[in-house]
């Protein structure tokens, strides 16, 4: 166990939808990561947030958004969803930066 | 840019050989250096670490990898490998300094015969 919580496990929806992921970093951590994890594209990374504010920014579409609470939980917000955003979304949490920790992932399928 | 190469896509060992997974990295500088392991329906977990001195580095559950500078390589071993190591196996390359962002490979699927 990373310490790193995500939910929901699970979510089935039909395109053009939206969703919300959510993760609880480790206690003490300040960093966020979200990463999509799919068969063709392999882990990409799509963003980083530090102690509620957005660091780095990777491979994410515009259609896609996050956000770092002040109790430094994130989401991920998906929304006009398509078939191709059907993937694994992993959540990872770090202290100093260099060392991520990974949540259990939500599995997203898109009908 | 930095970039990660697992050149094994799949590689099949019988319980109880030795194991080599290879990683290779293009970067300018000694990046920092991850292996991470992914178990069917797991998230990542890190095995071992390199950012600096001794290049032979001991992870959990037996693993070890050696980083050698002059090959740009990370490459993970186990001397003697069991039915439940069975799983995905990540490189990963991070930027020394600054934000860091690694860089994954595309992942190494270790398949286990008893």
């Known amino acids: 166990d990373s310490g790193v919580t995500q939910t929901p496990k699970h979510l089935i929806t039909a395109t053009g939808q939206r969703v919300t992921l959510r993760c609880s970093p480790r206690?003490?951590?300040?960093?966020v990561y979200w990463y999509q994890q799919s068969l063709d594209q392999g882990l990409q990374f799509l963003i980083q947030?530090?102690?509620?504010?957005?660091?780095a920014k990777g491979n994410i579409l515009e259609r896609f958004s996050a956000q770092q609470f002040p109790d430094l939980h994130s989401e991920l917000n998906l929304s006009s969803l398509e078939l191709g955003d059907s993937a694994l979304y992993f959540c990872?949490?770090?202290?100093?930066?260099?060392?991520?920790?990974f949540g259990p992932g939500t599995r997203l399928t898109v009908l | 840019a930095q970039s990660v190469t697992q050149p094994d896509i799949h590689i099949t060992v019988s319980e109880g050989a030795s194991l080599e997974l290879r990683c290779n990295y293009s970067?300018?500088?000694?990046?920092?250096l991850f292996w991470y392991v992914q178990s069917p329906g797991q998230g990542l977990q890190l095995l071992l670490k390199?950012?600096?001195?001794?290049?032979l580095v001991q992870g959990i559950k037996g693993f070890e990898a050696e980083f050698k500078r002059s090959q740009s390589s990370f490459n993970l071993r186990k001397p003697s490998v069991h039915w439940s190591d069975a799983a995905e196996y990540f490189c990963?390359?991070?930027?020394?300094?600054?934000?860091?962002?690694?860089?994954f490979g595309r992942g190494t699927s270790l398949i286990v015969h008893p």
């Open positions: 970067y300018g500088a000694t990046p920092y």
């Open positions: 990872a949490s770090s202290r100093q930066g260099e060392e991520q920790f």
């Open positions: 990963a390359v991070g930027l020394t300094g600054g934000s860091y962002i690694p860089t």
């Open positions: 390199y950012f600096s001195g001794d290049t």
């Open positions: 947030y530090y102690n509620g504010e957005e660091r």
């Open positions: 206690s003490g951590d300040l960093s």
